[in-house]
């Protein structure tokens, strides 16, 4: 009975392509939620410039590893949403009609375009430009948050 459930598992492609996007998505956010804690953390360290410089490579090695994250994610995702067009019998079409993917969509990209914002605000501190107060930087780190609970409330509930 064992095998056949392992079996069942191990041949659900569906199941592990969703179990592989899930992973690079929570690998994703990690970096989303993180670089713009170290934007505030490089605005409070002002005068101490090997503080921020240690601050600024630890931004960009994030910001290099969240576009290995989405690539990764996005190649997975595109395999969920055109799976059933490789081979129906093993992906379920679970975006036909639903108009919650493609609010999705737009949450997500503006997940990104905060990612990227945050990415090239590291490299123009590197290349030697101010930051932005601390306080604005901690309104800035909260829009990731709210974007997520939006994708959450769209994906589990499905409400358009």
């Not at 503080?51 to 960009?60: E, F, I, K, P, S």
Request: no cysteine; hydrophobic share 60%.
């Amino acid at each position: 009975m064992a095998s056949a459930t392992m079996d069942l598992y191990l041949g659900n492609t569906y199941l592990w392509t969703k179990l592989l996007h899930t992973l690079f998505v929570i690998s994703w956010m990690a970096t989303v939620f993180y670089l713009p804690r170290i934007l505030v953390n490089i605005a409070e360290a002002e005068g101490q410039p090997p503080v921020q410089a240690r601050l600024v490579l630890m931004g960009r090695r994030l910001y290099r590893f969240g576009h290995v994250m989405l690539g990764f994610l996005f190649v997975f995702g595109l395999l969920l949403w055109f799976g059933r067009l490789i081979d129906p019998a093993l992906w379920p079409h679970v975006t036909a009609g639903r108009g919650w993917m493609h609010a999705k969509f737009l949450l997500v990209l503006l997940m990104l375009g905060h990612f990227i914002w945050a990415g090239r605000m590291v490299k123009a501190i590197g290349r030697g430009a101010a930051p932005r107060s601390a306080t604005w930087l901690r309104w800035f780190n909260e829009v990731p948050v709210l974007l997520l609970l939006g994708i959450l409330v769209l994906v589990f509930l499905k409400p358009i």
